[in-house]
């Protein structure tokens, strides 16, 4: 007789070995200094994105041919000590499957798209060890059936995502936004490890099971209590707050558009912007049972939707505004989550419940392909617009919204600064903790050079003597 | 007590004492680089032996073959048992590893004789367990680091100070540890200063002050190699740990929790990269105390997993920083240095060890992060997310580093910058040990979680404590597993 637990288990590990064997070739072929050509490194990607593909699909199919909606791959304790275990789980279910076949589809897609348009850029290679690291990141994210598996994909993402922010490394610009995605993307992790050793405490492992309940996604019944619900839950919406850009650390959406297009399009337009909204339909089992975190995912949703909308009016370049876009959309999602739990809590009304879930991770679905498109379209922006031009004879037609029309000319430059300097949340975000933190370390540095000034009898520091090496014209910009 | 197979330990002690006196009748440096690298070699053969011999005998503790220093002393001076096994290879593989990236622009200045002696002392203090000999091992190992300040010219009052404090504490406190006998509790006479020395060693606030002034003044080489195996750690288990009570433990380590947070923050505002290495390496060992300090068998085993995982990475991390170093002097952090182009497997062994000791996923440092997390949660429950904390912060300030050192305009030389042969097996060494070592954690997590079980017994027999619940009712972990 046909074994299809074992078909499953080979075509599961095949979706998760294709991504960790890209990141070998490419990763070791550069760490031991022998990079690999263009061409292998293509064909490399291309074998290994379409061979994941191609075993989700499949799982997919036999899914719903079996009528099959959870499948659970245990790999065995990764780590056995007694009173901790850390278990390699993954899960194929109706949430995992859609969300893998988008990454492949989409990281195919750029591969590809990236194998033309970076064709003999001095980092070649290095952009594809980034991208490689990303794609096994959000599988592993995606499948992940333990609280620990999933924030080892979470955190390759964040390490992936800042480096290719900074990709052009040569200029500054590139670099300073690169570190300060890495630092929202820490505060993100840092919640999410927190919230990982909450669940820890209090089920005795990680597993998703253990907490949200045994039930197949969107059926799952969380067995914690409401005030353990919340605290899980709100650590866990600082995370999604920090990996999809969410108000007030959505400052660092826009930034990484200074990467290169391919790596925006697909990881900050269409998935990795989407994995705090993947988090929180994940774990919704645990917003159904607190109101009050339900009502904070809503508010926190519409206020990025609210501000996003606001501030991408005015984006005066095309990423950042398709940026902007995508952080309304995400805020949208967010919303829909929280109200979706509400409407579940309130009412008990299951199927409705389950239904806008799945209408949820359909926009999810529906927005990450679009934003992809519009990102790879980006570059010929003007083209486009020539063409639409001469097909209609004219130039395009430039009206005011209706809003733009109701507020009064004397608030228009006000709101329009506004705008432009995206709400202030960066500079509120600078002045108010990340200063402040800087400045006392400052002068905890000062009190320790004279402390030890002072113990030595001389100038204790050789260090400050030292000459910064002169910088090029184009760095002090 | 079970016995290994051949003089493992006292080999790997006496190769390099010897090596150290024949290194140092030689003239030529670059001669006297490739005997130290030989003989280091050969003590890491013998200590990498001693860590097998012992795993395949299956004993909690050994003793050496032969009893050659029971003959010599009248009592086995060498014993190793599950904590320090693995401990005398790393020791030894880092000392091997330094030597074999020394650039011939840095022999003049490292003296190879004196880095021979001191591996000699810190080989010969993880196999000791008898508390006089852990304090005279402790306290000689001060010495090289001293002369080499002496004859550098640069000032010693800072190291001097902290260091005669150190050692007075230490003596003075088993002094009265000893007087008081065997007795359950011991007084804060002698538990104070035995932990303030340990304090002081370790590098907690406020008593930090000399190991970044040691980072100033000293080599590189030597600084490194004197801070990375965490003696301190290893006085605090040997001295501390069995005769202090709970509550000064778990205040103690609320102090290095505090430092741990603090040395992460202070790493993000330095301007020079020694500086910035030495509060990232004071953070990690202070995570490491907060560990040991929790007394709990998770807490006892995540910090006994970080500390062999912030040795093996911020060596790594270290050699890397020398590396640059040993090409363009001391490096400043306060603009971007373009260094990537001349030295990409040097940027990407920055990044993976760098990302090691913050315990990325993947890499050796993880799980034993993850356990540390874990541990101090329990153990503080309001505080313990501090070590989430300052893993946050060491994180940025990796990162940051990282941008600081590789990105920007291309460094202008005149000469090839590539990597060396030297470096280059060095850099990959570590890379694997750091990647095998992630991705297959568990026989490492197996064995510190035995000698974390193995320190908390010994404490509850010399203590006299009734055995907490949890350890008691665990079942005894295989030595196989």
């Not at chain 1, 492992?205 to 839950?233: C, I």
């Not at chain 1, 919704?284 to 996003?308: K, M, Q, R």
């Not at chain 2, 290879?89 to 622009?105: D, N, W």
């Not at chain 2, 996923?361 to 989430?388: C, K, R, S």
Request: charged share 15%; proline share 4%.
């Amino acid at each position: 007789m046909f074994d299809h637990e074992l078909l499953f288990k080979a075509l599961g590990l095949t979706v998760v070995c294709a991504p960790l064997c890209m990141v070998l070739i490419l990763g070791l072929s550069s760490l031991v200094g022998r990079p690999l050509r263009e061409r292998t490194i293509s064909r490399t990607v291309q074998t290994a994105v379409s061979g994941g593909l191609l075993a989700a699909l499949i799982i997919l199919a036999l899914m719903l041919s079996q009528g099959t909606r959870h499948v659970a791959i245990q790999l065995g304790s990764w780590v056995h000590i007694p009173h901790y275990h850390f278990q390699i789980a993954f899960v194929f279910d109706r949430l995992s499957v859609p969300f893998v076949i988008l990454t492949f589809l989409l990281c195919g897609t750029i591969g590809a798209f990236a194998n033309k348009y970076m064709h003999r850029e001095q980092g070649f290679n290095r952009f594809f060890v980034f991208y490689s690291l990303f794609v096994l990141g959000m599988i592993v994210t995606s499948l992940a059936g333990t609280i620990e598996t999933l924030f080892a994909g979470w955190e390759l993402v964040g390490l992936s995502s800042a480096l290719l922010v900074a990709y052009y490394h040569e200029r500054p610009a590139p670099v300073r936004n690169g570190l300060r995605v890495w630092c929202v993307y820490r505060v993100s992790d840092a919640a999410l490890l927190v919230a990982s050793v909450v669940m820890h405490h209090l089920t005795g492992e990680g597993q998703f099971d253990q907490f949200l309940g045994a039930g197949a996604w969107p059926e799952g019944v969380a067995s914690a209590t409401e005030h353990q619900a919340f605290v899980v839950g709100l650590l866990l919406l600082v995370a999604a707050m920090g990996k999809s850009a969410l108000v007030p650390f959505s400052g660092w959406l826009p930034r990484a558009m200074e990467g290169p297009t391919p790596s925006s399009a697909v990881f900050y337009g269409a998935l990795s912007v989407h994995l705090g909204a993947f988090l929180l339909l994940r774990a919704s089992p645990i917003l159904d049972l607190s109101p009050w975190l339900c009502a904070a995912v809503v508010l926190e949703g519409l206020l990025t939707a609210v501000f996003a909308s606001f501030a991408g009016r005015v984006q005066t370049d095309i990423k950042s505004a398709l940026s902007f876009a995508s952080m309304t959309q995400v805020g949208i999602i967010v919303a829909e989550i929280g109200l979706t739990s509400l409407v579940i809590h309130w009412t008990g009304w299951l199927t409705l419940g389950y239904v806008l879930r799945y209408l949820t991770l359909i926009h999810i679905l529906g927005h990450g392909c679009l934003r992809t498109m519009q990102f790879l379209r980006a570059p010929t922006l003007l083209l486009d617009y020539r063409t639409l031009e001469n097909a209609i004879g004219s130039s395009l037609p430039q009206s005011e919204g209706a809003l733009e029309r109701r507020i009064p000319a004397r608030l228009h430059v006000w709101f329009y600064r506004l705008a432009l300097e995206r709400g202030y949340l960066d500079v509120c975000l600078d002045n108010f903790f990340v200063r402040p933190f800087l400045k006392t370390l400052q002068g905890c540095d000062a009190l320790e050079r004279r402390w030890t000034d002072f113990l030595s009898g001389s100038q204790s520091r050789e260090s400050e003597q030292l000459k910064p090496t002169p910088e090029p014209l184009e760095n002090l910009l | 007590m079970r016995e290994l197979h051949f003089p493992w330990i006292e080999v790997a002690i006496l190769i390099p004492l010897i090596g150290a006196i024949l290194v140092g009748r030689l003239r030529d440096p670059d001669v006297a680089r490739k005997w130290s690298v030989a003989i280091s070699g050969l003590a890491l053969f013998c200590a990498v032996g001693e860590w097998l011999d012992f795993d395949f005998i299956g004993a909690s503790e050994a003793e050496d073959h032969w009893h050659l220093m029971t003959r010599l002393c009248g009592r086995e001076l060498f014993v190793i048992d599950e904590l320090s096994a693995p401990l005398i290879p790393l020791v030894s593989l880092l000392y091997f590893l330094t030597m074999t990236a020394t650039l011939r622009t840095k022999i003049r200045r490292f003296s190879f004789a004196w880095t021979l002696i001191s591996e000699t002392l810190v080989l010969a203090l993880f196999s000791c367990q008898i508390p006089w000999g852990v304090i005279g091992l402790l306290a000689a190992g001060t010495i090289p680091p001293y002369l080499e300040l002496r004859a550098r010219g640069k000032p010693t009052r800072v190291y001097l100070f902290h260091m005669a404090l150190f050692i007075g504490l230490m003596i003075l406190g088993w002094a009265f540890a000893e007087n008081e006998g065997n007795q359950q509790v011991h007084t804060l006479w002698a538990i104070v200063p035995l932990l303030t020395a340990v304090l002081i060693r370790s590098g907690i606030a406020p008593f930090h002050c000399w190991m970044t002034d040691l980072f100033e003044h000293a080599t590189f080489g030597t600084a490194l190699l004197f801070a990375t195996p965490i003696a301190g750690a290893y006085a605090a288990v040997r001295l501390v740990l069995p005769i202090a009570p709970d509550w000064v433990l778990q205040s103690i380590g609320l102090l290095s929790l505090l430092t741990a947070v603090y040395a992460a923050g202070m790493a993000l505002i330095q301007r020079e990269a020694r500086r910035f290495f030495c509060y990232l390496f004071l953070s990690h060992s202070a995570l490491v105390l907060v560990g040991l300090e929790m007394v709990t068998p998770i807490g006892l085993t995540g910090a006994l997993c970080v500390w062999l995982s912030s040795c093996l990475a911020l060596s790594g991390f270290g050699l890397t920083l020398r590396a640059l170093e040993s090409r363009c002097g001391r490096l400043s952090l306060t603009n971007f240095q373009g260094h990537y182009e001349h030295t990409p497997n040097l940027a990407m062994c920055f990044v993976l060890t760098g990302l090691a000791s913050v315990g990325f996923p993947g890499t050796f440092g993880f799980v034993g992060t993850e356990l540390l997390v874990d541990g101090a949660v329990e153990a503080y429950p309001h505080v313990g997310v501090a070590v989430v904390l300052a893993a946050a912060l060491n994180g940025i300030a990796v990162v940051q580093t990282y941008f600081r050192l590789f990105t920007g305009t291309r460094y202008v030389s005149s000469v090839s910058l590539q990597i060396r042969e030297g470096e280059r097996y060095s850099v990959l060494g570590l890379a694997a040990l750091i990647l095998i070592g992630g991705l297959c954690p568990q026989p490492n997590i197996a064995s510190r979680h035995h000698a974390a079980h193995e320190l908390l017994n010994k404490r509850q027999s010399l203590s006299g404590d009734v055995r907490p619940a949890e350890v008691e009712h665990e079942s005894p972990v295989p030595m196989t597993e």
